[in-house]
């Protein structure tokens, strides 16, 4: 406690804060050195001495015994500061109000004004009436310098947001609230001293950007600091040197993209708006929910695909009965609701007696629900009725009568339990109700239906944490529904829906199919290789055109099917050695690369070359059988460059085929779809040329015409932004997702739609390559049906049994070629069908065609086509039949005439494949 000099004790915390403690207000008497009204009639015994408050100095009634509190009152000189003074007096029972002018002195200026307890104390009223708060004498009671009346003068803070004028401008007045419980003058903002409790004068979002360069505020401030930017050039003096209206301060961008900026440094360009003012949105702001000028959240909404939810039960009983949907009479698939439904009266929150306020009757389901696919009323009623298996209620916050002030300007308010106010709303029916939902920030409230619907309607995110039905963005903080969560689709930004603890992907998603695609790619690749090594020697010495030409074709089939090894390999060592865990957030990198382009280009080239080839070595081996082998001619140079021809011609068609879709000249035809850098915010993933088109019409209105190329639709996302002096051009950076980046492993895209416009041309690959299937099948069957017909006229003939047993080993090549290619292009055709007609999607089955189906060939082709690799698999098989039967267990028994058995068979076969080869 403090004792005055009156005698009185008050708090010591009370001393000179501004706010008069009683109606004596001496505690505000003698404040750093300056006193505030006067002390008289000193009592040398108490050494006490009595306070008149400033209020009443002047005032024309005596309050010290030597009347000094009444002294110099009358106007003497003209340069005398004075103010009027008015007081409404009872004088003989008659009410009148008198009306004087008296002088200001330097004690009756810049008091404190306000009581705790009583209102507003004034010393002059009526004319001149702020006269005693300005040219304050001591400097810790001025607020701001301005312009009174035309001159420079100090005001008191004690006007500041009073909502009297002073100053010539009122910028003392220039004051907001920025939340239920504080109002604060604008320099009181963002100054990093909190003013309010909740501190919300430092959360606003002009905080957010300050500039770099400081001023002396004129409010508030006796220190250099920074001030926001939307205080620059905004017509109103901020700064006390009146430079925040000054040139000089850092700017980026020209035009109607021309903004403030803390420092110029990392400039970058903007969204342009269409309409609006200010013209652009910066990209850290866009699609932020704040509709900045334009139709931007139109945009936003569209381009990140927000979905249409059912938030709004069937209302009936003018608003006061709410039906959940799967509890209406007739609605479809009741299967899945087993439980019956059941009404529970009165629903209101805060669950208590509420004076005057219609409840809410909800009829729902018995049993608990899954929540987690609800929004907006359908969460609330279900949740807030304990009618949810893991979600809990978001009400929290009691609407009470000082909430959300500058909404609802005609509420109500009724009592809680005799002890709180809440407000309530009447409705067309003229029933009044409370369902309003009350954000943290205590400024804003909302509608039930707009809870838990995906949208941060309250700014703080306090509508939307609480729910259970969502998952959030990692880097915008954006909600999407928790269905589109690890749903295969890219719906974030950041990719985190799709990349995260749950849910993640690899170019190669199961273990097994990772083992077979080493596997297979290491025996194509060495098997391959080595049957090329083996003929490419042996052409020099080949004397016949027939066998130029069968040795040529069988280097071009292991060329192909090479080919196809080394994809498998390139793909394997993507999958598990350069990415590994990663690929998921570099899987649009991939899709979009060069490096997956040209694998896909290498490993449709090979399959086609392959095939090709394997079409005509079963004509010209048709054609030679059914002609019995009459070829004339020996090797020339004219029919070595026939053969070189027909090998290049195969080679052109082949690499035509593979590289047709990666053309810049036909990306209409086979572009799936742009990918644009995070940065612009705007597109996620990798939007389809119909999604692009989309989003352009949300820009730029109704668009005449139907067909855009991608040029047109590129140029179109360019004008959306700025590009200014050298700054960095996001839009530059677009890349394509062409036609092998429909998957990760880098396919030929075989799986079409009726919607995709490369459907003709894969369509007609598909058709050749079936069309070659159906001629390698009849040649091989005409040439196994005449091996069979030779084999019978030789047995009832008695001929060499050699000759037989090489025509039943051709005639089982010949059923290993025809099976295996039915294995390998059938059922691939058959899901190619099955996918355009839409009965199945093939699209995750990528991964196992391109591991498994297609190259069956390249594998088994080194086996049938030439003996090399399968006398090196013969050979350890059969010296180990030698040791085994060497062994003395197999003598003991015998084993002598079993390996002279097996050794003439060994002697027969070989025989056989010498013939074969001659």
């Not at 609605?331 to 208590?352: A, E």
């Not at 895209?749 to 007609?764: A, G, H, I, R, S």
């Not at 297609?854 to 180990?880: A, F, G, Q």
Request: include cysteine.
């Amino acid at each position: 406690m403090t004792t005055l000099l009156s005698g009185r004790s008050v708090p010591s915390r009370e001393i000179c804060d501004d706010l008069c403690f009683d109606k004596t207000c001496e505690d505000e008497a003698v404040c750093n050195g300056y006193t505030y009204g006067m002390y008289c009639d000193f009592n040398p015994t108490t050494k006490t001495s009595k306070y008149v408050r400033v209020i009443d100095v002047c005032d024309r009634r005596t309050q010290c015994k030597d009347k000094t509190d009444e002294l110099n009152c009358s106007v003497t000189d003209i340069s005398q500061p004075t103010c009027d003074y008015n007081r409404f007096k009872k004088i003989v029972n008659i009410s009148q109000t008198q009306n004087w002018t008296h002088s200001v002195f330097n004690y009756t200026r810049c008091y404190a004004t306000q009581g705790k307890i009583s209102g507003r104390y004034e010393y002059c009223k009526g004319s001149g009436h702020t006269a005693d708060q300005t040219n304050c004498t001591d400097t810790d009671k001025v607020a701001l310098s301005c312009k009174v009346n035309g001159y420079i003068s100090t005001v008191s803070r004690h006007m500041v947001c009073f909502g009297e004028q002073v100053c010539d401008d009122n910028f003392e007045n220039h004051c907001i609230r920025v939340s239920v419980t504080c109002f604060v003058h604008k320099h009181f903002m963002c100054d990093g001293k909190p003013d309010c409790e909740d501190k919300t004068d430092e959360t606003r979002l002009i905080c957010n950007k300050m500039t770099d360069p400081k001023c002396i505020r004129r409010v508030g401030q006796s220190k250099a600091g920074p001030i926001p930017l939307k205080w620059l050039n905004d017509g109103v003096e901020d700064c006390v040197d009146g430079s925040d209206e000054s040139s000089g301060w850092s700017t980026c961008g020209e035009g109607r993209s021309l903004r403030f900026v803390t420092n110029n440094r990392s400039c970058e360009n903007v969204f342009v708006c269409p309409w609006g003012k200010p013209g652009y949105v910066e990209l850290e702001d866009l699609c932020d929910g704040i509709e900045t000028c334009g139709n931007e959240n139109k945009v936003c909404s569209e381009s990140l695909a927000t979905p249409e939810l059912f938030t709004s039960p069937l209302t009936t009983d003018m608003g006061l009965s709410k039906h959940l949907s799967f509890c209406i009479k007739g609605i479809k698939q009741t299967h899945n609701f087993l439980t019956d439904c059941t009404t529970i009266n009165s629903f209101i929150y805060p669950d208590q007696d509420v004076f005057g306020v219609d409840k809410t009757d909800i009829t729902l389901p018995v049993g608990l629900q899954n929540c987690d696919y609800m929004f907006g009323e359908l969460y609330i009623y279900t949740s807030c009725t304990n009618k949810c298996i893991n979600s809990s209620c978001p009400l929290r916050n009691i609407p009470r009568f000082e909430m959300c002030p500058d909404q609802y300007p005609k509420r109500i308010g009724t009592i809680v339990n005799n002890t709180y106010l809440i407000f309530v709303t009447e409705t067309q029916n003229k029933i009044y109700t409370n369902n309003y939902f009350v954000c943290d920030n205590k400024i804003r409230c909302i509608e039930y239906s707009k809870v838990c619907d995906l949208v941060n309607d309250c700014g703080d995110d306090s509508d939307e944490k609480m729910c259970t039905n969502h998952f959030q963005c990692k880097s915008t903080g954006r909600y999407i529904p928790k269905t589109s969560k690890c749903d295969g689709t890219f719906d974030c930004l950041d990719l985190s829906d799709e990349c995260n603890a749950q849910c993640s992907s690899y170019i190669v998603e199961y273990s097994v199919l990772t083992g077979l695609s080493w596997l297979i790619g290491v025996l194509a690749a060495i098997a391959n290789l080595k049957i090329i090594s083996k003929n490419i020697i042996s052409l020099r010495s080949c004397r016949t055109t027939v066998v130029l030409f069968n040795k040529a074709l069988i280097v071009v089939i292991s060329s192909g099917d090479f080919l196809i090894g080394c994809y498998l390999i390139i793909i394997s060592v993507f999958d598990g050695i350069v990415y590994k865990k990663s690929y998921c957030q570099e899987q649009i990198s991939w899709i979009t690369s060069t490096e997956c382009s040209i694998i896909g280009v290498l490993s449709t080239f090979g399959s086609q070359l392959s095939l090709f080839a394997m079409c005509l070595l079963s004509g010209t081996r048709l054609f030679g059988i059914w002609n019995s082998m009459k070829f004339s001619g020996e090797v020339t140079w004219t029919k070595s460059l026939q053969v070189a021809a027909i090998i290049v011609i195969m080679i052109l068609s082949s690499l035509s085929i593979a590289a047709i879709p990666v053309m810049e000249r036909f990306e209409d035809f086979f572009v799936n779809g742009i990918r644009y850098p995070e940065e612009l915010k705007i597109f996620v993933g990798t939007p389809t040329k119909q999604k692009a088109l989309a989003v352009l019409e949300a820009y730029y209105g109704r668009m005449k015409g139907s067909t855009f190329s991608w040029k047109i639709v590129k140029d179109m996302v360019n004008e959306m932004y700025s590009h200014d002096f050298q700054y960095p051009d996001h839009t530059t950076s677009d890349s394509r997702v062409d036609f092998y980046g429909n998957d990760g492993v880098c396919l030929f895209k075989y799986f079409v739609k009726n919607e995709d416009p490369q459907k003709l041309f894969v369509w007609t690959v598909l058709a050749l390559n079936f069309g070659c299937f159906i001629f390698i099948t009849i040649s091989y069957s005409v040439i196994g049906y005449i091996s069979c017909r030779s084999s019978r006229n030789l047995t009832q003939s008695g001929a060499n049994k050699l000759v037989t047993k090489r025509n039943r080993k051709i005639n089982r090549n010949i059923s290993i070629i025809i099976f295996t290619d039915f294995l390998c292009w059938i059922p691939f055709i058959l899901i190619s069908v099955l996918h355009s007609v839409e009965v199945l999607d093939a699209t995750p089955w990528y991964s196992i065609v391109s591991i498994i189906l297609l190259p069956i060939n390249s594998v088994i082709n080194p086996l049938i086509y030439d003996d090399t690799i399968s006398r090196l698999i013969i050979s350890p098989i059969k010296r180990l039949g030698i040791v085994i039967s060497n062994s003395r267990v197999i003598k003991s028994l015998g084993g002598i005439n079993i390996l002279s058995a097996r050794k003439s068979t060994w002697e027969a076969i070989e025989l056989a494949t010498v013939k074969d080869r001659k």
